[in-house]
């Protein structure tokens, strides 16, 4: 007999409770805000202090006007289109090396189409170019079928803490999950503190040092560790933002040894989140994969579970849109190996321009290609003018009063610590807002500037600070600096003790 009580409306206050104490700052309150005084200013032009919203809140570089590199752009349309292979009609459009790229690639997709599903890992012979690229530039061997092609990194990540959860499951039938932790850097990407709470688990934070250049310290990690097993929590994890973000600082080689080895002591999975490995911009700095530091500390493939990210989004690529990434997954049994392909396979396959985007990016034209000038002039370019718009932005952040920032080395942000005035931290109190969300807030309505305050990275209690992409169009800079000058002054002085 059917019961006569139905189930109840859904309701915000039924959903599921893990995605309700799931945030994510980086498109949060202050990026809604933006989006409806845009509106404002096209409806009513001059209704607001400043002509243009200049986002600086997300690492989207094509959306601030940044080109595409031309090769990999020819490869995928070549290949999204194949009829214009045949050099009649492409009329020297298109490079030789492209056509011949393509031509590689397609033979290597099922049915010759990009419109077809692939293979769940992602196509066999791309990840075979992304291993050899791997090997490349590692200077060790990379298995093919360690590669899992996604649509980006952030679906990785998913991936990857889900079955942390399913083998956490299996081991410990019934232990409840949020006795899992996963160790996070702190401040941090907000996909992990999103997606260890939508997984209903226990983000277990490591401070980075603002004094030592967001410096990652051993000393940090064990005591950490320690206090989380004392609570009970089964700490299975260590993810490593290198290069950082929010914070920039490219970790040296021996202190990523130090890291390596204190995984293998404590038993963690490292997840080494490496999407930014492309963006370096200090000489004294270079990016190690921990691949290869691991396996140059004489650690092979069974000794250590480490799982390393890449994406298209980001490099000088910048492809954030095409949703094309890999994880490379090495030291796991079979077992495991079997569940991860299990959930990898639930999703079909990732987009197959993504898959092409990501061998492309891990295998780019060489020298003595017909590209590869173009190539490495579109790469330099945009590299080179990184470098310059992060130090003219970290020079100006550090004039202004109660303002220090590091140096951006690497990634795309400047993460400035501001130090506010006991008045205006009384006043976001008493509009129930954190300090550095009211200044972003404040800031937005003065200047069109978007930031993403640094409470949506987390950072030491009682420290304030905001995350500033240095993505902005070159020739924008000198005007965001000084927009930024003129509201900071302002700000200070309406708030001074
Ligand atoms: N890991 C890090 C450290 C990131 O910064 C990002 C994106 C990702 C993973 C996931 O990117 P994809 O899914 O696109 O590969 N960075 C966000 C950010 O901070 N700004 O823009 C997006």
């Excluded at 000489?283 to 000794?303: A, C, L, W």
Aim: glycine share 8%; proline share 6%.
């Amino acid at each position: 007999m059917a019961s006569d009580k139905s189930t109840p409306p859904l309701t915000a206050q039924s959903l599921n409770p893990k995605v309700l104490k799931c945030e994510y700052a980086v498109r949060g309150e202050i990026v809604s805000l933006a989006q409806n005084l845009q509106q404002d200013l096209q409806a009513n032009p001059g209704s607001h202090p400043f002509e243009e919203i200049l986002y600086c809140n997300i690492g989207n570089p094509q959306s601030l006007g940044q080109q595409p590199i031309t090769f990999f752009r020819e490869v995928l349309a070549l290949c999204d289109h194949p009829a214009i292979l045949d050099k009649s009609k492409t009329h020297g459009l298109f490079s030789a090396d492209s056509i011949a790229r393509a031509r590689q690639i397609l033979d290597q997709i099922p049915g010759r189409a990009t419109g077809a599903y692939s293979h769940s890992q992602g196509v066999k012979g791309l990840r075979d170019t992304i291993a050899a690229g791997i090997a490349a530039r590692d200077g060790f061997p990379a298995d093919p079928n360690d590669i899992f092609l996604t649509d980006g990194a952030s679906p990785a990540l998913l991936i990857v803490f889900m079955f942390q959860y399913q083998v956490h499951m299996m081991m410990q039938l019934l232990i409840r999950s949020e006795n899992d932790g996963i160790f996070c850097p702190i401040p941090q990407y907000p996909l992990y503190s999103a997606s260890i709470a939508l997984h209903g688990g226990t983000l277990v934070p490591y401070y980075l040092d603002e004094g030592t250049g967001w410096g990652l310290e051993i000393s940090e990690l064990k005591k950490q560790l320690e206090a989380a097993r004392q609570k009970g929590i089964t700490v299975r994890a260590l993810v490593v933002i290198n290069p950082g973000n929010p914070t920039g600082q490219v970790l040296a080689e021996e202190n990523q040894r130090e890291i390596v080895e204190f995984c293998k002591k404590e038993g963690l999975v490292l997840l080494a989140d490496e999407v930014y490995q492309e963006n370096i911009y200090v000489p004294e700095k270079q990016f190690h994969s921990f691949k290869k530091v691991s396996r140059s500390m004489g650690y092979g493939d069974r000794d250590l579970p480490l799982v390393s990210f890449q994406s298209v989004s980001k490099g000088y690529y910048g492809e954030c849109g095409k949703r094309g990434g890999y994880m490379e997954v090495t030291g796991f049994s079979p077992e495991i190996r079997e569940q991860i392909y299990k959930l990898a396979s639930v999703n079909l396959c990732s987009n197959i321009s993504g898959q092409i985007l990501a061998s492309l990016v891990m295998s780019p034209p060489k020298v003595g290609d017909e590209s590869y000038e173009s190539y490495f002039a579109e790469k330099d370019g945009i590299l080179q003018s990184l470098a310059r718009r992060a130090k003219t932005l970290e020079d100006g952040l550090n004039k202004l009063e109660g303002v220090t920032c590091n140096k951006a080395e690497g990634a795309m942000y400047l993460f400035p610590r501001i130090r506010l005035p006991n008045k205006a931290i009384k006043e976001a109190e008493s509009l129930k807002k954190a300090p550095d969300a009211y200044y972003a807030a404040r800031l937005l309505n003065a200047t069109g500037i978007v930031l993403v305050p640094g409470s949506g990275f987390g950072q030491v209690p009682g420290t304030w600070h905001f995350r500033c992409t240095i993505l902005p169009q070159e020739e924008k800079i000198p005007a965001v600096v000084s927009r930024l000058t003129e509201f900071h002054q302002k700000f200070m002085d309406e708030f001074r003790d």
